[in-house]
């Protein structure tokens, strides 16, 4: 059980797992996930011995998960947590129930505000719920409903093919996932789809949120000029994403790096990097803000990922990297359920690695006055690494006019004879030709074409 507990959420402490023998009553269920979503988070594993911690199993693990979800439902407000983990130990079934840390909100069963301590449930005391209160805030904007906004303005294309996705939570059907996922309210007798849902499954989310979106640019220098590509993007969010991610890595720079005579490409910056400072803003902004959206911006030097709304709960810019609070819960959940995050953490902390990883200077974080930007520093002119492909060059015996040529050659992707002589201008055009003509019969150039449309590329 230990190597499964840590293969979910590799940083819970065991005080924080209670263990249940059998499928408890729902009630009991429901103030076991309060205490946990008031604390800082847990494990439910239903199947073991609360004492001995041997595996007894579970009748119907089906039923008991049914129990869950409505137990995770009946909570104020709905609690949304990740799909419960079915696990088999010495041959019988157990599951495994995750509240993540920094929930937004909270919570009460039935008018009972409880919290979990030392593996035991316990009713909050008014000075701590006065200070909860104080630090989760109010209800998220994400779970409210646009005023007119219809279940008919979902694609439920999309609904389905999430839902498809998803083990476990396909039998409840479709209005019942995304009650759980936090996508639709009911409003009296009718379900309303939320801001949450509309911006994951609408069919025009910015019809409902007209800053929901996404401008992505690209600038020649290091500041904003008027020489520039930009792309505004609209749709749901998981859409967003992609189209962002495509964008920047269709627009920034690729260096090369020669190894043994092949040419490999390395990209500006680490593209996992860039898709996870994406999603971030994507994630995490404040959705509240009205005329305001994402802004990425691709520079010669660095890229830029600002979001509105500075960060949430108790993060600060010092406890970044290891502090967690979902200011948009729901939206979380779905894109971890969609692949794209990890459900328990923002991923400040991967983006860091990867950056070192590349042998580029750490991220920036800054707080602005209305929203929170990432900054990654690129290698900008260093990107082509000359001196690496020099040094790779040495060993050929190449003159210094062969190396200026192959090092120019590694930035354009071709060179011509005319580029060539501009490179050396005080030497003949026929050593330029004979220096040409060394590198293709060494097989280190391919030339392409004739006369005055010759030019020369990497073979």
């Known amino acids: 059980m230990t190597d499964i507990l840590q293969t979910l959420s590799p940083d819970l402490p065991e005080e924080q797992v209670i263990l249940l023998a059998g499928p408890p009553a729902q009630t009991k269920l429901a103030e076991h996930l309060v205490g946990m979503a008031n604390a800082a988070g847990g494990a439910l594993v239903l199947g073991l011995d609360p004492k001995s911690g041997t595996p007894v199993g579970l009748a119907d693990p089906e039923e008991t998960l049914d129990r869950i979800l ?66 989760r805030g109010a209800v998220s904007f994400e779970s409210t409903a646009p005023e007119g906004a219809r279940v ?10 999430y839902i498809a996705g998803l083990s476990g939570l396909r039998v409840i059907g479709r209005e019942a996932t995304l009650l759980h996922r936090g996508s639709l309210i009911r409003d009296g007798k009718e ?40 792309e505004e993007i609209r749709g749901t969010l998981p859409d967003q994403i992609r189209q962002a991610e495509a964008f920047v890595v269709s627009n920034m720079r690729r260096g090369v790096r020669l190894q043994a005579l092949e ?16 999603v971030n803003a994507v994630a995490h902004r404040d959705y509240q803000i009205r005329g305001d959206g994402i802004r ?26 290891h502090e967690r609070f979902s200011r948009n819960e729901a939206l979380v959940q779905v894109l971890a359920d969609m692949g794209f995050i990890e459900r328990l953490g923002y991923g400040v902390d991967r983006i860091i690695r990867l950056m070192a990883q590349a042998g580029l200077p750490p991220p920036r974080f800054q707080e602005t006055a209305a929203g929170f930007q990432v ?56 050593t330029i030709r004979r220096d040409l003509a060394d590198m293709v019969s060494r097989n280190i150039l391919l030339k392409i074409g004739e006369k005055r449309a010759t030019y020369y590329i990497f073979k």
């Open 152 to 161: 008919e303005d979902l694609d439920w294309d999309r609904v389905d093919a």
């Open 375 to 430: 900054t990654l520093v690129g290698p900008g002119r260093d990107l082509i690494g000359q001196n690496r492909d020099q040094r790779n060059w040495r060993h050929l015996g190449l003159n210094p006019r062969q190396e200026a040529a192959l090092t120019y050659l590694a930035e354009t992707e071709r060179i011509t004879n005319r580029e060539f002589q501009e490179l050396c201008p005080d030497v003949s055009a026929e």
């Open 296 to 321: 990425i911006l691709l520079f010669s030097d660095r890229l830029e990922f600002y979001s509105p709304g500075r960060l949430p709960g108790h993060v600060t810019i010092q406890n970044l990297v």
């Open 263 to 278: 040419r490999a490409e390395e990209p500006e910056y680490p593209i996992p990097a860039v898709r996870e400072a994406i």
């Open 191 to 230: 379900l309303r789809p939320t801001r949450a849902g509309l911006l994951l499954f609408g069919r025009d989310p910015q019809c409902w949120m007209p800053s929901a979106g996404i401008l992505v640019a690209r600038y020649a220098g290091t500041t904003m000029d008027d020489h520039f590509v930009k």
């Open 70 to 135: 409505k137990a995770a439902l009946s909570i104020e407000p709905p609690l949304i947590i990740p799909m419960p983990r079915q696990a088999e130990l010495e041959g019988v079934p157990v599951l495994i129930v995750l509240v993540p840390p920094g929930l937004p909100h909270v919570y009460s069963y039935k008018g009972k505000y409880l919290v979990s301590r030392d593996g035991q449930t316990h009713p909050l005391p008014p000075r701590q719920l006065q200070r909860l209160m104080m630090e």
